[in-house]
């Protein structure tokens, strides 16, 4: 982890993470975690970075033409929840997301979704 990361607040990664998420880019996606990190999504766990790496190796093909809107994002300590919902192309998700940040780094991530998966 660079030294300039540890010093990220809870603030800066929560928006770092859903800027990168946005641009598409699932290398940058996977840019804000920790090495031993783990993604709790759908009853799947993702534990460590290779495996959040290849989780998100498959969101853009997922989402497809579909819109990815950020509603809002509350931070609390180490703690940032946000809420999302996708649109367009037979694609009507939502959910809220829950990330504790340490260190300047994500370190867990609990996915609650709302209906259906996408």
């Given at each position: 982890?660079?030294?300039?990361?540890?010093?990220?607040?809870?603030?800066?990664?929560a928006q770092d993470?859903?800027?990168?998420?946005l641009s598409g880019d699932p290398n940058r996606m996977a840019e804000d975690y920790a090495h031993n990190a783990c993604l709790e999504r759908a009853g799947e766990v993702y534990e460590g970075i290779e495996a959040?790496?290849?989780?998100?190796?498959t969101v853009p093909s997922r989402l497809g033409?579909?819109?990815?809107?950020?509603?809002?994002?509350i931070v609390d300590g180490n703690e940032?929840?946000?809420?999302?919902?996708?649109?367009?192309?037979?694609?009507n998700a939502s959910g809220t997301d829950v990330l504790t940040i340490k260190g300047g780094a994500i370190t867990k991530?609990?996915?609650?979704?709302?209906?259906?998966?996408?």
């Open positions: 982890m660079e030294e300039e990361q540890l010093f990220r607040t809870t603030q800066q990664v993470h859903i800027t990168a998420v959040i790496q290849g989780y998100f190796a033409n579909a819109e990815l809107h950020f509603d809002r994002l940032a929840t946000f809420f999302w919902r996708i649109v367009g192309t037979g694609l991530q609990t996915v609650h979704l709302n209906a259906t998966d996408f």
